[in-house]
Nanobody
């Protein structure tokens, strides 16, 4: 099993920045995909960004140029640097780790952006 612990959510004004962190433990395995998703009430969870263990990253169009995903494989941690935040970025952000055995989710961390 995989355990994910998120931190770094909070409230900021539009234009501000936040950095989310997610530390993984358990059956991580060397080859995996770590990423961030978000969800607002009444809507489906959506992809924000993912980072493969080999270094490849991918972003949703609505965050390109504003968010940066990175990972520290030695610490089994993935980060999401969010800049130029907009009110529409308000959501619960979830960390995810997938490998050939697991598809694990964190508990979620709230990000609120006020105008």
């Amino acid at each position: 099993q995989v355990q994910l612990v998120e931190s770094g959510g909070g409230s900021v004004q539009a234009g501000g920045s936040l950095t989310l962190s997610c530390a993984a433990s358990g059956s991580i395995f060397r080859v995996n995909v770590m990423g961030w998703y978000r969800q607002v009430p009444g809507k489906q969870r959506e992809l924000v960004a993912i980072a493969l263990s080999g270094g490849t990253t991918n972003y949703a169009d609505f965050v390109k140029g504003r968010f940066t995903i990175s990972r520290d494989n030695a610490k089994n941690t993935v980060y999401l640097q969010m800049t130029n935040l907009k009110p529409e970025d308000t959501a619960v952000y979830y960390c995810n780790l997938r490998n050939y055995l697991n598809n694990a989710w964190g508990q979620g961390t709230q990000v609120t952006v006020s105008s």
